[in-house]
């Protein structure tokens, strides 16, 4: 028997908690607290705790073609049919669960391709505070359910409030709003209620916090002048942002899909908008760890390894890049996504860099500016490290 | 030939073991495992740094040098890795290491039967306390005015939470001090007075040791047959040298562990008055746990949660679309655990919502103890709720269309 623990980064929201798979021979079997997290304490919701089997769960284990069962070669090269389309007819449809490498390689395949690019669930903006500050905040503003999304921030909030913060919360009737002080019951963010205004404007250290796929959000507290949380709930969500992609619009004149549906099980309805157009393509490709209602109905399924199967970066909403680290081998007939993007790209002729997880996160450093002056090895402290404009 | 009770003095005689005072529990580990008393060693490694403790399965006994010496920030409880991980120890013979919250949740698991006691060899280790690894890496910055990187070593003596950088410099505060400013030890271990785990079958520790030995041998007491066999056989295997405790050393062990004893009681009065009692406790309990998000981490990590179906998890019993839960959700949790809480403040440190589960818990566990008198995790002896075999149970009302539980174990 060989057991041991790997602590690594919670493939769900934006917070980023640490936790540890537990791997008996070769196997995830459960979830450990990784206490030593400066993130969580070893805290973690009903979703983490559960991590290891969500990442196990409804594992697509070999490519499909049309529904058939089909062997990688042949569907890498019906999927090579994308050199087909001109520029403009092509979109990569990514998603924000990926590591900070896999991403940038996926963006690296669209620009070659000429194609467009956009993100399922991710979000825009950056934030000018952190975890631990909203902890230390005196007034907090939230607005909508934001400590159901991302319950471990939600934790801070809590925290501030047991020493003494005012929690403010304008949204519809929620989690957060029965954990909130001072309560406006409303779909939309109009104007902040009078008493708001003097509780903010009279704090030493203030935020707001909202998501960064709510757009209504983001505008009202950009009038409000003081430090956001800007909460991304997947994992890499912000990283995605940083990159520049942003939230997917599907041009009119797209006939064909690449889409990575990474997400772990629980989750599948984000692709519910997805899957109307779907239909209407003339070539639709999914690269998948496990089965999304997208897997059952594209034209072409290639298998790819899940989070724990490999290693690499992820950035967190505050901009903190953790190191997400191999627990096990991946099933049988399953593929890194970086393998599988090289392989393509060879097919449809483009070229891409190639390397280990290192030499990708190198690259994406020396192109992306925030993510300069962060090395590989830095990343490997629990506490990680920020990107350079959080 | 050692028997229950007997205490000694005990030292490694592996070059490569250096441990935290004289290397015997990992030299006794490493014996267990040469000599196939034991399949598999549960303990605690370093894991990234001194912060950052982490539970290791060895079965490589050349592997278990790299266990020794102790980590202040361990925080976690290792008994219920077996039930999860071990198959309860059904089919494996298993050594961990227990401090006492540990050993204490390893009765009760056992009691339940989700622990075969027969197959685990468990090596008590004194505990003052544990402190959160977050919590310590804050207070060493803010209050010690260290960088927490810096940090090679941390221990507890004298009443002082101490820390060591690796330019060698030594730095201690009182830990009253410090946990008056809510930092230092978890509440929970405060409260704790298992200090010395009798409950395991050998006690280890520091604390007194006295005189040439000071730093330099683990007291050892031997608390059961089994631990003894194992003793006598590390010492014929030559694994550990012994020797007689002095005399002075003991008295000094028996006041450390009585002046800890009193300090949990204190800890205990105070944390249990501030809580109110009766409507206003009630109170207290309904308005801190109405932040749960019902993650069920609490449940997750208790050692004594074990059923097959919780009854948290029954539409009946719990709205299961509300968030928060209703209130049953933890009528249920104290009603099923209560008498038989080891406080070992699982449910409180990893709760995401900081609900102090522990410290409710804790306080009515005391209440519950004077009115039935149960102690849990000191023996084998029952609580009622333990009497049955859930699956037998659940199988009985299934079979029988009855609703009344717990009738056979009530029956004369």
């Given amino acids: ?390 | 030939m050692s028997e229950k009770g007997d205490m000694f003095y005990a030292w490694t005689k592996f070059d490569d073991i250096k441990g935290e005072c004289g290397g015997a529990v990992i030299s006794l580990l490493k014996y267990a495992l040469e000599a196939k008393i034991v399949d598999v060693v549960l303990t605690v490694r370093k894991g990234y740094d001194v912060y950052d403790p982490l539970p290791v399965f060895i079965t490589d006994p050349a592997e278990l040098a790299s266990c020794a010496g102790s980590l202040h920030c361990g925080t976690f409880l290792l008994p219920k890795l077996i039930k999860k991980y071990l198959n309860g120890a059904k089919d494996l013979k298993v050594a961990i290491t227990v401090k006492g919250c540990d050993a204490k949740a390893l009765y009760e698991l056992a009691k339940r039967q989700q622990i075969n006691m027969d197959n685990v060899l468990s090596i008590g280790l004194n505990c003052g306390g544990s402190v959160s690894p977050t919590v310590a890496r804050e207070m060493i910055a803010e209050k010690y005015g260290i960088d927490p990187d810096d940090v090679v070593k941390e221990e507890i003596d004298k009443g002082q939470f101490i820390v060591m950088t690796k330019d060698g410099q030594h730095k201690g505060i009182k830990i009253d001090e410090l946990e008056e400013e809510g930092l230092g030890r978890r509440a929970n271990c405060q409260r704790c007075e298992t200090k010395i785990p009798r409950q395991a079958d050998l006690a280890c520790g520091n604390w007194g040791v006295f005189g040439e030995k000071a730093g330099k041998a683990t007291f050892v007491e031997v608390c059961s047959p089994k631990g003894a066999a194992v003793f006598d056989g590390a010492v014929s295997a030559g694994a550990i040298d012994v020797c007689s405790p002095d005399p002075k050393g003991l008295e000094i062990r028996g006041k450390i562990e009585s002046v800890m004893v009193k300090m949990g009681k204190k800890a205990q009065k105070s944390q249990f008055a501030a809580l109110g009692e009766g409507t206003e406790r009630l109170a207290t309990i309904m308005r801190d746990s109405s932040r749960c998000i019902a993650c069920r981490a609490c449940i997750e990590n208790c050692p004594i949660c074990y059923c097959v179906e919780c009854s948290t998890l029954k539409p009946h019993l719990v709205d299961q679309t509300k968030t928060p839960p209703d209130f049953m959700f933890h009528l249920i949790r104290f009603a099923h655990i209560a008498d038989s809480c080891v406080n070992c403040g699982q449910c409180q440190e990893l709760c995401p919502a900081e609900i102090p589960n522990a410290l409710f818990m804790h306080a009515q566990q005391v209440e519950l103890e004077k009115m039935f008198g149960h102690t849990p995790g000191i023996d084998m002896s029952l609580p009622v709720l333990a009497f049955a075999e859930e699956r037998d149970e659940r199988q009985r009302l299934n079979d029988t269309g009855s609703d009344m539980i717990f009738e056979n174990v009530f029956k004369e």
């Fill in chain 1, 1 to 390: 028997m060989q057991m041991n623990y790997v602590t690594t980064i919670c493939p769900y929201c934006g917070t980023g908690c640490a936790l540890n798979l537990v791997v008996r021979d070769g196997k995830t079997v459960g979830v450990a607290p990784s206490n030593r997290s400066p993130v969580c304490s070893g805290k973690l919701c009903s979703r983490g705790l559960r991590a290891a089997q969500a990442l196990d769960e409804a594992r697509i284990k070999q490519p499909f073609v049309k529904g058939e069962p089909a062997d990688w070669d042949a569907a890498i090269g019906k999927a090579a049919e994308l050199k087909k389309f001109a520029a403009g007819e092509v979109a990569v449809i990514t998603s924000a669960r990926l590591t900070n490498e896999n991403q940038f390689l996926v963006q690296k395949f669209a620009k070659e391709l000429g194609a467009v690019i956009g993100v399922v669930n991710g979000g825009t903006g950056s934030s000018t505070t952190t975890l631990n500050e909203i902890r230390d905040a005196d007034v907090i503003l939230a607005l909508g359910d934001v400590m159901k999304a991302l319950p471990l921030t939600g934790n801070k909030i809590l925290l501030a409030k047991e020493k003494g913060a005012r929690i403010l919360y304008i949204g519809p009737q929620s989690y957060t709003a029965v954990q909130a002080d001072t309560v406006e019951i409303s779909d939309e963010f109009a104007e902040l209620p009078p008493g708001f205004s003097t509780l903010l404007k009279n704090a030493a250290r203030p935020v707001v916090v909202y998501l960064a796929n709510d757009a209504a959000a983001a505008a009202f507290a950009a009038g409000l002048k003081i430090n956001a949380a800007v909460l991304y709930d997947t994992n890499n969500g912000r990283g995605t942002a940083a990159m520049g992609i942003t939230p997917l619009s599907l041009p009119e004149t797209v006939k064909a899909a690449f889409i990575i549906a990474e997400t772990p099980e629980m989750e599948k309805d984000i692709y519910a908008d997805l899957l109307e157009k779907l239909d209407s393509l003339e070539l639709s490709i999914v690269a998948a760890s496990s089965e999304t209602s997208l897997s059952g109905i594209a034209d072409i399924v290639l298998p790819v390894s899940a989070l724990h199967e490999s290693e690499g970066t992820v950035t967190n909403w505050e901009g903190r890049i953790q190191k997400i680290k191999q627990a096990v081998a991946s099933p049988d007939g399953v593929k890194p996504l970086a393998d599988v993007l090289v392989d393509l790209a060879g097919k449809v002729g483009i070229s891409i860099p190639t390397g280990t997880p290192e030499e990708i996160y190198t690259a994406l450093a020396a192109e992306v500016p925030v993510f300069a002056e962060v090395s590989y090895e830095q990343i490997t402290k629990p506490e990680g490290v920020y990107l350079r404009e959080a």
